[in-house]
Every structure is written in C-alpha cells, then in structure tokens.
C-alpha cells in the first residue's frame, strides 16, 4: 500500500531471502478446482491482471503505459508484513512487491467471514468457494493494480518526501486504479479496495485484543473504510460497508470507549 523510502527499500531487497516470482506466462486455470484451493491461484491472478492492463495499454495504442507495464515485475516476498500489503519501487529496476503474509491472511479472512453471499440478486458464482475466490481476485486485483498505477503514474515516495505530498500522491494512484478497473472490466462492484483494507482492520483487531492496547492503526484503517464507504454506489460495496465494520468490531468485543 505504500511506498517506502529508497534506504528501506534497499534494505528490504537485499535481505528478501525468500521471493517467489512466477514465469510471466503463468497463466490462471479457471476450470481447475484443485489450482483455486491452492495459495497459486491468487498469485496467478495477480499475473493475469497484470496482462490484462499490457493488453489494454497495447489495444489503447498507450506505449508508455505497455513500456512501464514491460518492465515491471510482480515479486511475492514472504519477508514483507501482513499490514505492509504491498508496494511499488523504481530503482535498478520496476517492482511491485506483494505480501505473501498478507495474501494468506486475506484468503483465510473471506474463507472465515464469507459463508454466504453479500446479496442474494448477486452472486453467479455456482459454488460457495468460486464465490470466495471471487472476492479475493477482486482485492488481488485491487492491489496489484494500485501498484502499478504508481508506476504507470511514476509517483513514488520515500522518507525525504514531504508527509504532506503524499495523500494526493495516493488520491491520483487510487482514480487511476478505479478508471483502469472501469476500463478493464473488473472489480465492478468496488469490493477490491473494501476487502483488502477490511482484512487488515481484521488483522489489527485481531493483533490489538491479544496486546489488549491501543492502536492508532485501527482507527487509521476506520477512517480510510469511510472515506471509501462514502464513494461505493455499487450494492454489494454498501451491504459490505454496513455490515462488516460493525461484525468486526462485535466479533473482536471492542467499543469505541475500550480505548
Ligand atoms: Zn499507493
């Protein structure tokens, strides 16, 4: 989600040990059950998105979008944290690192909160788990996305950079991210954004019950729900931002005045 300055970053490369990163032609098998139960199946779907937007850049005539898209590459870093999601950097070379920790964790989040539809009008999906997997491609996508809209866009930010810049920083990537989804086809009900941020609020509920302290993490995360709540029009994004904020904090057993 953000991008780190060029000493962390540095650091962080050169002490990934473990990166998975998938042949580029990878592609996602649709059909085959046994690829969706597997951790593969989201990353491959980060792989697809990406080939998705090449496309477009190629069909748009957009050369600088498909040069950058080129160039970039998708590393799955299971050094990265949970709450870090991802982030872009534009070094020695393009990359977007994604959280393996994350990825997991946001899997096992919609396996556990999801057990049926948001809306019952909604859901084409024919099976329970095509429905799950459903909504974690949308965060997948989401994520991978934004990303490399930092890229497209070449908005990158680090320590020396004035805190100030980088909420529009963050605003330009995150239209960028919503008009590409429009152009793309995906993520049509906006539930990309919601989830991603919603399995993180999980994660720091989760976190802040077993420290029993405080965390101005958690109401961060709230505040950016809401500003992402009072943009969704789609039904699904609102059933999701009525609902779930209220189930996490009642499942987690804290009130505002615990704090
Ligand atoms: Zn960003």
């Given at each position: 989600?953000?991008?780190?300055?060029?000493?962390?970053r540095?650091?962080?490369?050169s002490?990934?040990?473990t990166?998975?990163?998938?042949?580029?032609h990878?592609?996602?098998?649709?059909t085959?059950t046994?690829?969706?139960?597997?951790?593969?199946?989201?990353?491959?779907?980060?792989?697809?998105?990406?080939?998705r937007?090449?496309?477009?850049?190629?069909?748009?005539?957009?050369?600088?979008l498909?040069d950058v898209?080129?160039?970039?590459?998708?590393v799955?870093?299971d050094?990265?944290?949970?709450?870090?999601?991802?982030?872009?950097?534009?070094?020695?070379?393009?990359?977007?690192?994604?959280?393996?920790?994350f990825?997991?964790y946001?899997?096992?989040?919609?396996?556990r909160?999801?057990?049926?539809?948001?809306?019952?009008?909604?859901?084409?999906?024919?099976?329970?788990?095509?429905?799950?997997?459903d909504l974690?491609n949308h965060?997948?996508?989401?994520?991978t996305l934004?990303?490399?809209?930092h890229?497209?866009?070449?908005?990158?930010?680090?320590?020396?950079?004035?805190?100030?810049?980088?909420?529009d920083?963050?605003?330009?990537?995150?239209?960028?991210?919503?008009r590409?989804?429009?152009?793309?086809?995906?993520?049509e009900?906006?539930?990309?954004r919601l989830?991603?941020?919603?399995?993180v609020?999980?994660?720091?509920?989760?976190?802040?019950?077993a420290?029993?302290?405080m965390?101005?993490?958690?109401?961060?995360?709230?505040n950016?729900?809401d500003?992402?709540?009072?943009?969704a029009?789609?039904?699904?994004a609102?059933v999701?931002?009525?609902?779930?904020?209220d189930?996490?904090?009642?499942e987690?057993?804290?009130?505002d005045?615990n704090?």
């Amino acid at each position: 989600m953000n991008t780190k300055s060029a000493f962390i970053r540095t650091l962080l490369v050169s002490t990934v040990i473990t990166i998975i990163v998938f042949s580029q032609h990878v592609k996602a098998n649709n059909t085959g059950t046994v690829m969706e139960t597997t951790l593969e199946y989201q990353l491959n779907y980060a792989y697809q998105t990406k080939s998705r937007l090449h496309e477009y850049a190629r069909e748009t005539l957009n050369q600088a979008l498909y040069d950058v898209i080129a160039e970039t590459t998708l590393v799955f870093s299971d050094e990265l944290s949970l709450d870090s999601v991802a982030f872009a950097i534009a070094e020695e070379r393009r990359e977007v690192h994604i959280s393996m920790a994350f990825v997991r964790y946001l899997t096992a989040f919609v396996e556990r909160t999801f057990d049926e539809p948001l809306t019952y009008y909604n859901s084409n999906a024919e099976t329970l788990h095509a429905y799950q997997q459903d909504l974690i491609n949308h965060a997948i996508t989401d994520i991978t996305l934004h990303e490399l809209g930092h890229h497209a866009l070449d908005l990158f930010y680090g320590q020396y950079t004035p805190p100030r810049f980088v909420p529009d920083m963050e605003k330009q990537v995150g239209r960028w991210t919503t008009r590409m989804k429009n152009n793309l086809e995906l993520d049509e009900n906006e539930l990309g954004r919601l989830l991603t941020l919603f399995s993180v609020l999980d994660h720091k509920l989760a976190e802040r019950k077993a420290n029993n302290a405080m965390t101005r993490t958690v109401k961060n995360l709230q505040n950016k729900i809401d500003y992402e709540c009072l943009d969704a029009f789609s039904e699904q994004a609102k059933v999701l931002c009525e609902n779930l904020a209220d189930t996490l904090y009642a499942e987690y057993a804290l009130t505002d005045g615990n704090d």
